[in-house]
């Protein structure tokens, strides 16, 4: 049985922690760590990381659109981490780590600016937001050692420090959008 696919792929800093997020909710079948946005061909996590490329660190995300919406992303998107920081995500900065979303179509791009629009109409008072929206070029897969970094490194310091708050607060935050959690 064929079922329906769709691509997303967001930078939100790390792709340590976004992979970890999203690997959480319902619909979502597949998410890849890797580089989009820059111009070195095949680049590698350390020209990445030496800012240079021009790439972020994005998550490729396949997902089943029956089963959750592209605007259901958006809000876990936006909601675990900060769109407002330019080039800077905690302690990771740099413009490897912006706030970007790759749009595959119009639809794509027509949501995500609506989305960031309602964002700064509601909270005139804050920062604004400087999430990035632009076309989907090329994604190039991180290297094997990326790959569900989370899962088989929850004891690291990194991990507990940075991601477990984060998957806290979006387990607390949006729990209708995820995947159900056995607590042992």
Request: hydrophobic share 40%.
């Given at each position: 049985m064929e079922h329906n696919k769709a691509i997303a792929i967001f930078g939100g800093g790390c792709f340590w922690c976004t992979e970890a997020v999203f690997k959480m909710m319902k619909g979502v079948s597949s998410v890849l760590p890797g580089y989009a946005g820059g111009t070195t061909d095949n680049p590698t996590y350390e020209q990445v990381s030496e800012g240079n490329t021009g790439h972020a660190e994005v998550v490729r995300i396949e997902y089943d659109p029956t089963q959750v919406r592209y605007e259901d992303l958006l809000t876990v998107f936006f909601g675990s981490h900060d769109p407002t920081t330019l080039n800077q995500q905690g302690n990771d900065i740099g413009t490897q780590y912006r706030s970007v979303?790759?749009?595959?179509?119009?639809?794509?791009?027509?949501?995500?600016?609506?989305?960031?629009?309602?964002?700064?109409?509601?909270?005139?008072?804050?920062?604004?937001?400087?999430?990035?929206?632009?076309?989907?070029?090329?994604?190039?897969?991180?290297?094997?050692?990326?790959?569900?970094?989370?899962?088989?490194?929850?004891?690291?310091?990194?991990?507990?420090?940075?991601?477990?708050?984060?998957?806290?607060?979006?387990?607390?935050?949006?729990?209708?959008?995820?995947?159900?959690?056995?607590?042992?």
């Open positions: 979303i790759f749009y595959t179509n119009d639809e794509q791009k027509a949501a995500a600016e609506s989305f960031i629009a309602d964002m700064n109409a509601s909270n005139s008072a804050g920062a604004p937001v400087v999430t990035e929206v632009v076309p989907f070029e090329k994604f190039y897969e991180a290297e094997d050692y990326h790959k569900d970094y989370y899962a088989h490194h929850q004891n690291a310091g990194y991990c507990q420090v940075v991601i477990n708050p984060k998957l806290e607060k979006v387990q607390k935050q949006f729990a209708d959008l995820l995947v159900a959690i056995n607590k042992e």
